[in-house]
């Protein structure tokens, strides 16, 4: 196969670059191992080394897609986070924005995911992965106990989430979703400092 010499780091990179290619233009039924190795045209050991099971890579993808919108997260929160409105404005605009940007492959990814029971508790660390960095950026203005206040922050996440994909399903535009996302956490959060 000839396969260009590359440092780990950088051959994950590229694995991963090739797995979203295949899936945005075949669908992630077409997605192996075997298929990724002869697309990114190195050899099928390299492939399994990196991530053992076509899960493995499943896992791989979408935590990728959860690094990236948790560094737009952070990066934005450092610019704009003086009080409650401009974090959850930051929160929603990240998540949307981050939704479109991962684009459709994401949500075969996660549907791939949703699919197979091996899964399944990836995907629970990755929305408590989530609610986490939603209450953490809140924590300046709003108190939340993550497990007290487990279920409206899993209701905010939710909601968020919920915009961003109809948004990247073009239901809404991305200025409708950011608007819905904080008209609903802003009120959720007023309604939980009233009690």
């Keep these: 196969m000839g396969a260009t010499r590359m440092s780990r780091a950088d051959r994950r990179r590229q694995l991963l670059a090739t797995a ?3 899936i945005r233009s075949d669908g992630t039924n077409s997605l192996s191992l075997v298929s990724l190795a002869e697309r990114a045209g190195v050899s099928r050991p390299i492939a399994y080394d990196h991530f053992t099971s076509r899960e493995g890579l499943l896992m791989a993808l979408y935590r990728d897609y959860d690094e990236q919108l948790a560094r737009t997260i952070r990066e934005a929160l450092r610019e704009r986070s003086k009080s409650v409105d401009d974090v959850v404005s930051v929160l929603a605009t990240a998540y949307v924005d981050g939704v479109l940007t991962a684009g459709a492959e994401c949500d075969e990814v996660y549907a791939a995911l949703a699919g197979s029971p091996e899964t399944r508790d990836f995907l629970r660390r990755s929305r408590e992965f989530y609610v986490e960095e939603f209450r953490t950026a809140l924590a300046p203005h709003v108190a939340l106990s993550a497990k007290g206040d487990l279920a409206l922050l899993t209701g905010i996440l939710s909601a968020v989430e919920g915009v961003a994909r ?8 991305r200025a409708d979703a950011i608007d819905g996302a904080v008209t609903v956490v802003v009120g959720a959060l007023t309604r939980h400092a009233g009690r």
């Design 20 to 22: 979203s290619d295949i």
């Design 166 to 173: 109809e948004a990247s399903a073009g239901r809404l535009s």
